[in-house]
Every structure is written in C-alpha cells, then in structure tokens.
T-cell receptor, first 110, second 115 residues
Framework: QKEVEQNSGPLSVPEGAIASLNCTYS??????FFWYRQYSGKSPELIMS????GDKEDGRFTAQLNKASQYVSLLIRDSQPSDSATYLC??????????FGAGTILRVKS | GAVVSQHPSRVICKSGTSVKIECRSL??????MFWYRQFPKQSLMLMAT?????????EQGVEKDKFLINHASLTLSTLTVTSAHPEDSSFYIC???????????FGPGTRLLVL
C-alpha cells in the first residue's frame, strides 16, 4: 500500500509570514505530485502539480520536490487569512489513481 | 481551468432508498472519473475508478452492488447508492481526469444524509 504522510497540524502562522507544508511518500517510483487545498465543507481544489526535482513557482506558491529524499513541500509566501484551509498532498500511482495524505490544517492569524 | 459539476449538492433521504449522484466534466472530455468519500475530519478515500464504456474498478472494501457506477460518456458518470443506510451518510466527491496535463479536477461534492 502506497503511503503519503503529512503532519496533521494545525500549523499556525501570522499573516504575511511564509507557511511551509511538508509531505513524504513511500513509493520511490512515483513521478507525479499534487497539492490541493480544501476549505471546510468544500471539495479539494488543485493548487499545483510538480513532476521534476527542484522548485516550481506559481504566484505566492512554490512547490519543491526531492525524489531522492521522497519529499515534496509547498511554500506559501505572504500568507493571508484566506489561505487558512486543509492542504492535501497527493501522489499519482499506477492506474492514474491519486493517493492522498491526511492533510495539514493551516491557520493564518491576522 | 477545467470545471466539474456534481448534482445534487445536498440530499436527505430515508433509510432504504436509493440516491443517484451525477458528475459532469463541463469543458473537457474526461478519460477517467473517480469517486471518493470523505467522512468528517478524515481524508479522501477513493471508492472506485471508472473509464467511459467499461466497468468501474472498485477499491478493496467497497461494495460494488451497493455503490453502482455508470460512466456512459466522456463527460458524465453517475454513482447510485442503493438501499442507503445512515452509515452511508458522507461527503461524496467525484473527480475527472483529462484536459491539460491529465490532471484530476474535483467536483464540488454531494453531501448525503440518510435518516
């Protein structure tokens, strides 16, 4: 069983700070990684995908992938109260299924 | 971005009845659709994977005779919860894979309450 591990949190950061969310995965052969944001009572929405080692930036979000360490992270710069949500890390496995972590709760305090 | 719709958004039914949930990809053709269930404060659990025109593949522990999935076209999949019971009350979310990068896009979810 492929596993995706995340710290459940909550992670609390002050408004304007950088939030760092981390995720590790068990399948060394995994190639595709995704970060989703889920507000309470809503379905997940895709924030970023990353497939290659290194950093990928999109606005205030930066995804980082290190396949050797089986580690993927999401940085949120200039965090806003509206960023408060649960962030789900997902890894694509065989059959195009996504395996999700349990999610990290982020709270941005104004 | 790709849009996936679900209908209904919320349903309340009596125990023993069947409930059908529709999932549509509005602006792209979905090669594969996925059905998830999420209980409060828990992560998403994949129930089944469906490809257009073929039988769905169910995850271990999911009863295929209870959760009927039909994927009749590249833009529509339906999940029918047959003879629903209170323990089936949950948040059911579909996702559709397709479009740019073959990414999964989620529908808004259907909240089912079985009395």
């Amino acid at each position: 069983q492929k596993e995706v591990e995340q710290n459940s949190g909550p992670l609390s950061v002050p408004e304007g700070a950088i939030a760092s969310l981390n995720c590790t995965y068990s399948d060394r052969g995994s190639q595709s990684f995704f970060w989703y944001r889920q507000y309470s009572g809503k379905s997940p929405e895709l924030i970023m995908s990353i497939y290659s080692n290194g950093d990928k930036e999109d606005g205030r979000f930066t995804a980082q992938l290190n396949k050797a360490s089986q580690y993927v992270s999401l940085l949120i710069r200039d965090s806003q109260p509206s960023d408060s949500a649960t962030y789900l890390c997902a890894v694509r496995e065989y059959g195009n299924k996504l395996v999700f972590g349990a999610g990290t709760i982020l709270r941005v305090k104004s | 971005g790709a849009v996936v719709s679900q209908h209904p958004s919320r349903v309340i039914c009596k125990s023993g009845t069947s409930v059908k949930i529709e999932c549509r990809s509005l602006d792209f053709q979905a090669t594969t659709m996925f059905w998830y269930r999420q209980f409060p404060k828990q992560s998403l659990m994949l129930m089944a994977t469906s490809n257009e025109g073929s039988k769905a593949t169910y995850e271990q522990g999911v009863e295929k005779d209870k959760f009927l999935i039909n994927h009749a076209s590249l833009t529509l999949s339906t999940l029918t919860v047959t003879s629903a019971h209170p323990e089936d009350s949950s948040f059911y979310i579909c996702s559709a894979r397709g479009g740019k990068g073959e990414t999964q896009y989620f529908g808004p979810g259907t909240r089912l309450l079985v009395l």
